[in-house]
């Protein structure tokens, strides 16, 4: 096979200070617009208080994450985080997106994300109401 | 190097809700069948319950996993968890799969996995008793 | 593009038993040394009670995240954990590991880490004051 890549940005800028953002469809045009047959997809979130992770596209259990996430690493008081001290209040949004994660890899195999029956990919923010990229990257063999 | 690939599927079906069940041996087969040399090697579960994870094979350690992730995700009242008013009673699954990851991505260097002295892949199962996959895709270049 | 890749290992030696040690320049140097423009940058902890993870550069932050991770999975009492029934007393770190992670894998584009704004990589220490190891490989393709 010959190598071949390809890098694409998402852009988010999300009404709410957490959401949940199915990119699926936006990962898989990708991968079909990149001509690879077998390789790997990376997508990962470029800023440190979002996640890209993948799970259920399940909106009871969207709540869940966000009600579990939000006990086990609470928002308020603020003045509970050092990292709040610079100026900031989202130390907490740090905290959340070690446990969601930053990044997946998905197999791409025969030309396609190569996913189990439930496998989806979100874009996770835990600070949003701003500008924050992910990045796309595919790597591996083609025909020609 | 000439690039190469090698995806196979692992299918599990655990006799108990939780498990952890050791895969360094079966990945290790897959990456010398390769032929690959210098690449990555990546296993994720498929499905959205149970993780694929690198730790230590030590049976002591695997119980103190899993009373954690019940103290940090706890299975019952199955009615904390919106996700369960679809009818399932697996949403603390979901969240504990998230804590121990969906994937790993292990160096092959010189046609070997490229490990610390104690790593292990192991598959971690939160809502066992049914039929579930892992895949294993390997990428890289190889001598031919 | 021809595929080429590069492995190399940073050795670290924490003078406490946790520590979070910004290894970007080293990473960085790895990459621009590889010659590859277009690929995938693989940083792990080979020690499973040590963690690679990407966030923020911020000393406050790394006091959050230590005392944070301290009350999720406390040091002591070293006998609530059945791993240290085996003359260890390190169960904590496996996993506090967990939750910081084994891995990150970061964008190669145009012969850079593909980094956002504030994205720094770091080796988390959990059980330290001996040595440990980081691998870190590259690959992809480069122009000759």
Redesign the interface.
């Known amino acids: 096979?010959?190598?071949?890549?390809k890098?694409e940005y998402l852009t988010f800028n999300t009404a709410t200070s957490h959401a949940f953002v199915n990119i699926t469809p936006n990962v898989r045009k990708i991968v079909e617009e990149s001509g690879i047959k077998?390789?790997?997809c990376?997508a990962?979130?470029?800023?440190?208080t979002a996640s890209v992770?993948?799970?259920?596209n399940?909106?009871?259990?969207h709540?869940?994450?966000d009600k579990?996430l939000e006990e086990?690493?609470p928002h308020a008081p603020a003045a509970q985080?050092?990292?709040?001290?610079?100026g900031e209040d989202n130390?907490d949004a740090?905290?959340k997106?070690?446990?969601?994660?930053?990044?997946?890899?998905?197999?791409i195999?025969n030309g396609k994300l190569?996913?189990?029956?439930?496998?989806q990919i979100f874009y996770g923010e835990f600070d949003g109401r701003r500008k924050?990229?992910v990045?796309v990257?595919v790597?591996?063999?083609g025909d020609e």
Do not use: C
């Open positions: 096979m010959m190598m071949k890549s890098t077998e390789g790997l990376l990962n979130a470029m800023h440190i992770f993948i799970n259920d399940e909106s009871g259990l709540q869940d994450f579990w086990l690493a985080y050092k990292h709040n001290e610079t130390a740090h905290l997106r070690q446990i969601m994660g930053r990044e997946v890899i998905v197999a195999t190569d996913f189990g029956p439930w496998e924050k990229r990045l990257k790597i591996g063999g």
